[in-house]
């Protein structure tokens, strides 16, 4: 009987545990929106470099990215379609095949960092701790495609949006730390941080930040999420 009771409190915790994840996907993003974003990439002399970029998400595995600034970058972009990617350079005029553990921009953030898919489609829990103000979700990753073997999820209980991610390999190496920061009403019900930093133990000196300045909740055609419109992501832009 204890046996049975055990295994109905561990799978009532999982359920609950993976319903938060959930949460956590709708607190950061409606299922189709298109966004507005700036990276800045900081070196250890203090020298930054800034891209904008438009970006238009379906789904939980579906988002593509535009380049509008700076002018060296105006045109490029970038589709992700589950853990596959392409980059389109409008001076090659043809997609190019990337990985997620690659950054088209530089810095800290990777393209699966830059171009995050819902975190429930990618990873499942294998625990959460409750430490108050705050649930730490140990997550694992679903296959060994995904970016990151695992993650340490740190969710704000009261706005239930994470406020510090760290990131490991499968032998247990942090690879980098994002967090979360400045909660900004963006309207439409949207309340998310607007800024995500990042460092990493194997970029020492160097710091990446995403900041948003708009996010609004639209439905896009899937004609948009292919191979053979990724150059015509400007035609879709608002």
């Given at each position: ?18 319903s938060i994840l959930e949460q956590v ?203 053979e419109n990724i150059g015509k992501v ?5």
């Amino acid at each position: 009987m204890k046996k049975i009771i055990l295994f109905l409190l561990t799978t009532l915790a999982l359920f609950g545990a993976e319903s938060i994840l959930e949460q956590v996907d709708k607190k950061l993003s409606p299922s189709s929106a298109d966004s507005y974003k700036k990276l800045i990439n900081i070196e250890p002399d203090g020298s930054k470099k800034e891209f904008l970029l438009y970006q238009i998400k379906k789904g939980k595995d579906k988002i593509v990215s535009l380049f509008l600034q700076p002018d060296s970058e105006k045109g490029r972009s970038t589709l992700r379609l589950d853990e596959n990617m392409w980059l389109y350079l409008p001076d090659v005029g043809k997609p190019i095949r990337i990985t997620s553990m690659q950054s088209v921009v530089g810095g800290v953030f990777n393209n699966s960092d830059i171009m995050q898919l819902d975190f429930s489609a990618e990873y499942d829990i294998k625990s959460q701790t409750d430490e108050g103000a705050t649930i730490v979700l140990d997550l694992k990753a679903k296959n060994e495609t995904v970016a990151y073997d695992k993650l340490l999820m740190e969710v704000d209980k009261k706005t239930v949006t994470p406020t510090k991610i760290a990131c490991y390999t499968s032998t247990g190496m942090l690879i980098k730390t994002l967090y979360y920061k400045d909660m900004k009403d963006f309207g439409g019900g949207i309340v998310r941080p607007a800024v995500i930093e990042t460092d990493s133990p194997l970029y020492k000196g160097y710091k990446s930040i995403m900041v948003y300045g708009k996010i609004t909740e639209r439905n896009v055609s899937d004609e948009l999420f292919t191979i053979e419109n990724i150059g015509k992501v400007h035609e879709f832009r608002k």
